[in-house]
Structure formats: structure tokens, C-alpha cells
């Protein structure tokens, strides 16, 4: 036994016969979710969901991490309700504290100071500690080395249409690193200099940059400013060998270097946002567009009503926020050259 697990739970539920699983062969991947004890119910939903509408038949593993102990109600209800494995992992202190660079009455200066101006999370340090761990270390914890493909999964999510083939396979399949659902605007006051940073970075480290990598999805001038567009990361189907390659690596150190997690608040969705569009090609980057997903307070709805017909969709297509001011999508689908979908004008507003 590691001292970073809980131990694993046998497989006795994954009998094909009986439990009507889809046939053929599987990725080897696994769903991942950060939550705390206090999470159980509102992550109990979310499972629901993804059990109902795809992994009933696929019956994929599901990684739960924690900077406490899991309680045993936790584990009780989640593999009750997992197809799959259920695996429990502590994170390791190093993965979740102040690295000792950090100036500590400077970070409690911050916070002061983002608190009186009303910043989003700006005042939390838990939260601080979550972006680091979801943008540099949750792919390197042991529990996650078996497995080349994640699927992130975060409490009170919701799944509106069934998901009728293997996304992971299509990731492998497909040669696609990174997938998404939605995208939009992320606040710069969260983020000053993360650009500056990742500038630098990307002076320092040519090699890391791909040929043919999406510059114009997140910057309007070449790369002069970031315009903000990111991929929202509580939903993400991505590469772990990416995410534990020596570009990424290098990229999320650098980063961690310089302070922001602390003297800023960088989120996660950002920093694998920058991370993908500049470390990938374009066509490895996949918009899961059949992927129907709502986290408070957006809604991805697929904008055909053929798909939301075939998929059994219970999203209203009005809250599809794909086309809508505040969404990226328009900017991806403009640099992929890609036609929008029959209807979206319908779905501006
Ligand atoms: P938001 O979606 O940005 O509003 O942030 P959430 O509160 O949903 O947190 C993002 C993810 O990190 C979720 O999966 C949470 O369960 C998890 N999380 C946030 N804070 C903590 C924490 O202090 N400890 C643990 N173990 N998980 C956390
Ligand atoms: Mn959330």
C-alpha cells in the first residue's frame, strides 16, 4: 500500500453479460474528479449523469482525489454508483502548499487586496491551491501513471444527451490531445501577467512551440495580447502524455516560478488553455460538439436537431451558449474555417 492511496476497490461489476456494456475494445482511460468529503452528494449527481448517458456501457474507471482522506461515505456512495473501478488518492502536501519562492506576506497582500475589490475566489488560498494542483500536478499523481486518458469530472454537472460511442477511443483514435465543450472570456483581473509570463516562456523555450498551433484562437494581434479565450477546464477530455510531456512540464514550472498561482489567482482553465493552443496543433485540439454539459451557469446544447433528436437531448437549444457574445466558440470554429451550424443565429441571444 502507497502512502498517497486509499486502496482500490475489486472490479466485480464489469461482467459484459450482464450489465448490457458496449462490446469492442476500450481506451485506457479513466474519469478523474477533485472533490472534498464534503462534495459527496452534489459528485453523487454528477456520476448519475455520466453513468446514465454513457459509462453504464462502457464501465470506465474513476479516480477521486483529495487533500484530505477520503471519509468512508464518500467511497461508499461514489462506488456504489461507478461502473467501473473506484480508486481514492491522497495528494501529496508538496502537490497542495506554498512552494517556499513564495513571499508569504506578499500572497496575504494580494488577497486583501482582491477581497475589497470584490475578485471572484480572490481572497481564497484553498482555491489557489486548487488551480495549482488542476493546472501542474493532478496528472502526476500515481493513482493517474496507468492511464493515457482522462475525462474530468466535477460536482454538479449535468449531461443532457447520451453519448452513443467512446469519446476516449475517439481521442486515441483520432490523435486528439485536448477536447472541449465550452469556451469563453476569462476575467483579467485574475490574470495580469500570465501572458507576460507565458511570452517569456515561449522566448526562452522555441522548441515547446507547435507548428501550426492555434496563436489565433487566443490572441487578436499575433500574439501581442491574449484576448482572454480559454477552454472552460471543469469539463476536459485530455491526454495525460501530454499534460506529462517535457513542453508542458517545463511550462507549468516556469509558471509556478514566477508566482501568479499566488500573486495573482491564475486559474486552471487558462493555464491549460495557453498550454494547448501553443504546445499543440490545431487539429489536435477537438470541440466535443456532441457532448451536450451544463456547469453553473453554462450550457453546452449541440445547435443540430438532428443530433439532439438522435442523442435523446434534454437541453433546451436556447441556453446553447456556444454563439452567444460572451462564448470563444465563434473565434474557434472562424480559425478552423469551419461553417457554424444550421440555426445558431437563433441562439445569439
Ligand atoms: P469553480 O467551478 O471554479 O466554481 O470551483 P469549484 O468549487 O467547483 O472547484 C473546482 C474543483 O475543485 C471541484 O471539483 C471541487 O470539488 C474541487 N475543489 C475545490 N476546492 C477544493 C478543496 O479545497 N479541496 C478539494 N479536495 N477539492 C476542492
Ligand atoms: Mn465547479
Excluded at 482522506?69 to 473506484?86: A, C, H, M, N, Y
Excluded at 502526476?140 to 493515457?148: D, I, S
Excluded at 484576448?227 to 510531456?245: A, M, Q, T
Aim: contains cysteine; charged residues 30%.
Amino acid at each position: 500500500q502507497s502512502p498517497f492511496s486509499h486502496g482500490t476497490t475489486p472490479n466485480t461489476k464489469n461482467n459484459h453479460a450482464l450489465t448490457g456494456a458496449a462490446p469492442g475494445k476500450r481506451a485506457n482511460a479513466t474519469f478523474i474528479t477533485l472533490a472534498r468529503n464534503s462534495d459527496t452528494w452534489e459528485i453523487a449527481k454528477s456520476i448519475r449523469h455520466i453513468e446514465d448517458r454513457f459509462n453504464r456501457k462502457y464501465n470506465y474507471d474513476w479516480v477521486f482525489l483529495n487533500d484530505q482522506p477520503f471519509d468512508e461515505q464518500f467511497k461508499k456512495i461514489t462506488t456504489r454508483l461507478v461502473s467501473g473501478k473506484t480508486k481514492y488518492g491522497l495528494i501529496p502536501k508538496e502537490h497542495w502548499s506554498f512552494p517556499e519562492w513564495i513571499d508569504q506576506d506578499k500572497a496575504a497582500a494580494v488577497r486583501e487586496d482582491m477581497r475589497q475589490r470584490k475578485i471572484i475566489y480572490g481572497d481564497s488560498v484553498s482555491y489557489r491551491h486548487m488551480c495549482r494542483f488542476e493546472s501542474g500536478f493532478f496528472f502526476e499523481h500515481e493513482l493517474l501513471a496507468e492511464y493515457e486518458f482522462y475525462w474530468r469530472v466535477e460536482p454538479s454537472i449535468k449531461l443532457f444527451c447520451d453519448v452513443d460511442y467512446d469519446p476516449f477511443l475517439y481521442m486515441k483514435e483520432n490523435k486528439k490531445k485536448y477536447g472541449f465543450t465550452l469556451s469563453l472570456y476569462e476575467y483579467k483581473d485574475t490574470i495580469p501577467t500570465l501572458w507576460e509570463t507565458t511570452k517569456k516562456f515561449m522566448a526562452e523555450y522555441p522548441q515547446h512551440i507547435a507548428e501550426g498551433n492555434s496563436m489565433k484562437f487566443i490572441s487578436d494581434n499575433d500574439g501581442k495580447d491574449y484576448n482572454n479565450c480559454h477552454f472552460w477546464s471543469n469539463f476536459e477530455i485530455g491526454s495525460l502524455n501530454w499534460l506529462r510531456s517535457p513542453a508542458y512540464r517545463d511550462y507549468f514550472k516556469y509558471l509556478d516560478k514566477a508566482g501568479g498561482f499566488f500573486y495573482e489567482r491564475w486559474g486552471d482553465a487558462p493555464v491549460h488553455s495557453l498550454g494547448a493552443a501553443l504546445m499543440l496543433k490545431q487539429e489536435e485540439i477537438h470541440f466535443f460538439d456532441n457532448i451536450a454539459y451544463w456547469h453553473v451557469p453554462f450550457t453546452h446544447c449541440p445547435t443540430s436537431e438532428e443530433d439532439r433528436e438522435k442523442y435523446k437531448c434534454s437541453c433546451n437549444p436556447k441556453d446553447n451558449f456556444d454563439w452567444k457574445g460572451y462564448s470563444c466558440t465563434s473565434r474557434f470554429f472562424e480559425m478552423r474555417g469551419w461553417e457554424k451550424p444550421k440555426g445558431w443565429e437563433y441562439q445569439m441571444n
